[in-house]
């Protein structure tokens, strides 16, 4: 049988053409894009690629397969980023974070001229924030009185945990897993979020997808947003 997110890492990887700068998302899903890229510039099929990892785990993935890496500072435009999501509603709005790479996600996301997102069926939701909790990336100073106040907004936040304490970021911050209330407008929800002081960025995606891969054990489809 083969691997959904395999097919739908692999699918995106039609989008790529030689000479462009590629945002490399984070997780298991855009491991595969990845690897598919990795090969691809070493059998010769694609050439002049340079790649903005999104995580210490991405950046290693494309030393290794002999990526050549760059930096936002000097190439602040994106032609197409591939990354994964936890969570993906009809409009392609999406939940990101599960890996706690979101807020160098989020930055690539923004910078990126088109963003397409690689995921398998369990990603589709009706709603976001139906499987999935929200991650809320905070500073460690006073993460409490972030807790506190996402209390307030009924978020019900909880400290993701590591192996030991708290879990780490990438930039060394904590992460609060957090419910959307029921009933919250999501963009409201993630400007009152990003308004608490100390907290540095949260997982809601909106309006950056441009298109969705979708892989199942038969291949892959898009979604139309
Ligand atoms: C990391 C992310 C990932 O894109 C998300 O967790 C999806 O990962 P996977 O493809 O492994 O299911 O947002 O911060």
Same mark, same amino acid.
């Given at each position: 049988?083969?691997?959904? =997110?395999?097919?739908?890492? =692999?699918?995106?990887? %039609?989008?790529?053409?030689?000479?462009? !700068?590629?945002?490399?998302? #984070?997780? *298991?899903?855009?491991?595969?894009?990845?690897?598919?890229?990795?090969?691809?510039? =070493?059998?010769?099929?694609?050439?002049?690629?340079?790649?903005?990892?999104? #995580?210490?785990?991405?950046?290693? @993935?494309?030393?290794?397969?002999? /990526?050549?890496?760059?930096?936002?500072?000097?190439?602040?435009?994106?032609?197409?980023?591939?990354? $994964?999501?936890?969570?993906?509603?009809?409009?392609?709005?999406?939940?990101?974070?599960?890996?706690?790479?979101?807020?160098?996600? =989020? /930055? !690539?996301?923004?910078?990126?001229?088109?963003?397409?997102?690689?995921?398998?069926? *369990?990603? @589709?939701?009706?709603?976001?924030? *139906?499987?999935?909790?929200? +991650? &809320?990336?905070?500073?460690?100073? $006073?993460?409490?009185?972030?807790?506190?106040?996402?209390?307030?907004?009924?978020?019900?936040?909880?400290?993701?945990? $590591? &192996?030991?304490? +708290?879990?780490?970021?990438?930039?060394?911050?904590?992460?609060?897993?957090?419910? /959307? +209330?029921?009933? %919250?407008?999501?963009?409201?929800?993630?400007?009152?979020?990003?308004?608490? +002081?100390?907290? &540095?960025?949260? $997982?809601?995606?909106?309006?950056?997808? #441009?298109? &969705?891969?979708?892989?199942?054990?038969?291949?892959?489809?898009?979604? *139309? @947003?």
């Amino acid at each position: 049988m083969m691997n959904p =997110k395999e097919l739908a890492g =692999k699918r995106a990887v %039609a989008f790529v053409e030689s000479g462009m !700068v590629l945002g490399l998302g #984070s997780g *298991s899903t855009a491991y595969y894009a990845i690897r598919e890229i990795g090969r691809l510039l =070493k059998d010769g099929a694609l050439r002049d690629i340079v790649g903005i990892p999104t #995580s210490r785990e991405t950046e290693r @993935l494309a030393r290794e397969l002999g /990526i050549p890496l760059t930096t936002l500072q000097e190439h602040p435009c994106i032609a197409l980023t591939i990354d $994964g999501a936890d969570e993906v509603d009809p409009q392609g709005n999406l939940i990101k974070g599960g890996g706690g790479a979101l807020l160098h996600e =989020k /930055i !690539v996301a923004r910078a990126s001229e088109r963003e397409i997102i690689v995921v398998d069926e *369990s990603k @589709l939701v009706p709603f976001l924030g *139906s499987h999935f909790l929200l +991650p &809320v990336e905070v500073i460690p100073f $006073g993460w409490n009185i972030c807790a506190r106040e996402l209390e307030r907004l009924g978020c019900q936040p909880t400290l993701r945990r $590591g &192996v030991q304490g +708290p879990y780490i970021t990438d930039e060394e911050n904590y992460i609060l897993d957090c419910i /959307i +209330p029921p009933a %919250a407008e999501l963009a409201p929800l993630e400007k009152e979020i990003n308004n608490i +002081p100390g907290v &540095v960025e949260n $997982g809601l995606f909106l309006g950056y997808t #441009s298109l &969705v891969i979708v892989g199942s054990p038969e291949g892959t489809r898009t979604l *139309s @947003l």
